[in-house]
Structures are given as structure tokens and as C-alpha cells.
């Protein structure tokens, strides 16, 4: 059973970091450059670490430039406040990341460029014999180590670990907790201690500075993701842009 929790908190937080690093501070806001070489390395680990629901950076990135640009209102991809419970708004955020996948929608007149894209990485990871393959990798390594039965209501939690992330943010950050700023939307900081998400509950302040490598903006909000760029940008891995 050890072993079993092992593997799911370091697929939770291993997919969760590279969602939040990424495809979002990266590829949605470009809070920091880095060379092609290290791109393709984050790029090929967060296919890694996703797994089956690998999250296509292009797609991701002008999903969430339009939850941006349309916070909380009818045009926002995946608001709360248009839907009635979670389930339904994940359906919703499905569907359309589908669409931007395939490129049905392809607003890139008004959400331009500057995301990473990989076609290799890009076909395979959004490819049902991957996310298959992936599942199964899963499934066998709850076969091996599972001691009690119950551990495997677990496996759609994997299956679906960037979705489920996706509407923890998204629900909660905007539904749930306090406000430092008036954004003129439904924003919030969901709680003042960040780690289960990696700093992403704290929407109220990331749709005030949506160019800002750290997501906490008071002295008792700690984003666990900022020191580890913090880190990069000293060993040149990556430059942290200058937020604006």
C-alpha cells in the first residue's frame, strides 16, 4: 500500500508541476525563456509525467489566454458561474481543449504565437494509443503492488490527472476564498497555503499580474514553484522575464 501512495502523490504533484511550469508559465504567459534544447527537454518530460492525459502545450496555451481575456463571463472557456457543478464545466473544458487540438478553433489572430510546439511529441501524446498505453502502465503497476482492492478506485484519478487538476483551479479559484485585488471577475486565492496545487489556487492574484512568475503576493502566500525557477534562472537554465 506504501508503494502505491508513493507512485500517486509523485504522479500527482510530477504531473501537476509540469502543467503549472510549462504549459502554463511557460507556454500560456512565457514567464521565462530558455533555450530549444531545454524546451524539448520540459516538453518531452511533461509528456512524461502527464501520462495519459498529456495536455498539448499550443492548445493549452490559447485555451487559457482566452480564460484570460474573458474571465468569468460567457465567452470564458471554463468559468463556474456558467455551469452547474464541476462535471459539467470539465465537460465543457474537454470539449473545447479538443477543439483547439484539432484546430476547429484556431483563434490565432487574437491570442498569437510565441507557444512551444513539438509535432512529434504533440500527435503522440493526444494519440488514444498513448493515453492507452499509458493506462495500462498504470493498471499493471497496481496489479504488482496494490495489497487491498479498494487502491484501485485510484487508477481514474491517473487516468485523468490533468483534467482533474484543471477543474480544482478552475472551480475552486474561482468560487472559493479571499480577493487582495479587484480584477473585475470572480477570482480567488482559494487558500493563503498553496502546496497541494503548486501555487495555482492563487488566481486572484495571478489574474492581477498573469505575467508573474510567483503566484503569492503577500508574505504568508507561498507559491512552491517560484524557488525552483528561482533555482533554474541561477543555474541558467532558464531567464525569468520581468513581469509587466
Known amino acids: ?19 503549472t511550469f510549462f504549459q502554463h508559465r511557460y507556454a500560456s504567459h512565457r514567464m521565462f525563456t530558455t533555450s530549444k534544447a531545454w524546451e524539448r527537454v520540459f516538453y518531452l518530460l511533461a509528456y ?8 498539448n502545450p499550443r492548445a493549452y496555451a490559447l485555451m487559457h489566454r482566452a480564460h484570460h481575456a474573458y474571465s468569468d463571463t460567457e465567452h470564458d ?7 452547474v457543478d464541476v462535471f459539467q464545466m470539465m465537460k465543457h473544458t474537454i470539449s473545447t ?6 484546430r476547429v478553433k484556431d483563434p490565432e489572430a487574437q491570442f498569437p504565437g510565441h507557444y512551444p510546439e513539438w509535432p512529434l511529441i504533440d ?11 499509458f493506462g495500462a502502465a498504470y493498471t499493471t503497476f497496481y496489479i504488482f503492488f496494490a495489497t487491498h482492492w479498494w ?13 482533474i487538476h484543471g477543474a480544482i483551479v478552475n472551480w475552486c479559484g474561482h468560487k472559493y476564498g479571499y480577493q487582495n485585488f479587484d480584477n473585475n471577475d470572480k477570482s480567488k486565492n482559494t487558500t493563503p497555503f498553496d502546496f497541494l496545487m503548486l501555487g495555482e489556487l492563487f488566481q ?25 525557477m528561482k533555482m533554474m534562472h541561477w543555474l541558467r537554465i532558464i531567464k525569468i522575464r520581468k513581469a509587466y
Not at 472557456?77 to 455551469?83: G, R
Not at 481543449?97 to 484539432?102: G, L, N, P, R
Not at 488514444?128 to 498505453?133: A, E, G, N, T
Not at 487502491?151 to 483534467?163: C, D, K, R, T
Request: glycine residues 6%; hydrophobic residues 50%.
Open 1 to 19: 500500500m506504501f508503494i502505491i501512495f508513493i507512485f500517486f502523490i509523485a504522479h500527482w504533484f510530477g504531473s501537476l508541476f509540469f502543467q
Open 48 to 55: 512524461l509525467f502527464e501520462g495519459a492525459s498529456f495536455l
Open 77 to 83: 472557456p471554463h468559468s463556474p458561474h456558467f455551469f
Open 97 to 102: 481543449f479538443s477543439d483547439y487540438v484539432k
Open 123 to 133: 500527435r503522440m501524446g493526444s494519440s488514444i494509443l498513448s493515453r492507452v498505453l
Open 151 to 163: 487502491l484501485f478506485l485510484l487508477l481514474p484519478v491517473h487516468f485523468m490527472m490533468g483534467p
Open 204 to 228: 486572484n492574484n495571478h489574474h492581477k499580474h498573469p505575467n508573474s512568475a510567483n503566484f503569492g503576493k503577500r508574505w504568508f502566500e507561498i507559491d512552491p514553484v517560484y524557488p525552483v
